[in-house]
């Protein structure tokens, strides 16, 4: 019964900060998020929300800095929060740590995984092997919409695409 008590005021706790990110109250959102923290720093949900309300405002360094939060406070979540941080990294050009956190999820969600690591490898030029990750994609039931790994394959082979037909042109 407590535990659940707990649990409800935490959740009243980040309803505010939640709010004001909604509102686009940004930098008041980033304020009350770490006002709950202060006082819950294992509450996983806000480092989660937190690391978005900096994303949304483009502060990518601050946004890993949370997820990194986030996995530290929940380390049994980490796989759930690594590709959150491996995008975070990319658009950093964080490359190394970017495929570091994408091949920690590669468990719990390989297709999305694979996906990231192709956008990794593909920012760094690296174009043979982000067909390879494009392609390992297709071998999951990733849940993805097929243009993303046609996007990637097009972007690799230089290959357009038909958007009516979805088919690639050489």
Do not use: C
């Not at 949304?56 to 941080?85: C, H, K, Q, V, W």
């Not at 956190?101 to 043979?128: C, D, F, M, V, W």
């Amino acid at each position: 019964h407590d535990r659940a008590h707990e649990r409800a005021g935490r959740g009243v706790r980040a309803q505010r900060p939640a709010r004001l990110d909604h509102e686009g109250r940004l930098p008041e959102a980033v304020t009350a998020f770490r006002a709950v923290l202060a006082k819950n720093p294992r509450f996983t949900d806000a480092w989660n929300q937190l690391a978005h309300t900096y994303e949304t405002m483009g502060d990518y360094e601050n946004a890993a800095a949370a997820y990194r939060g986030a996995i530290e406070s929940t380390p049994e979540l980490a796989a759930d929060f690594s590709l959150r941080m491996a995008e975070a990294q990319l658009r950093l050009e964080k490359y190394d740590e970017a495929a570091r956190y994408a091949k920690l999820a590669e468990k719990r969600n390989p297709g999305q995984a694979h996906l990231t690591l192709a956008r990794i490898a593909l920012a760094q030029k690296n174009y043979s092997e982000a067909l390879r990750e494009a392609e390992r994609t297709v071998t999951w039931e990733t849940g993805l919409p097929n243009v993303d790994i046609r996007l990637v394959h097009a972007a690799v082979t230089g290959a357009t695409i038909d958007v009516n037909g979805g088919m690639l042109i050489h």
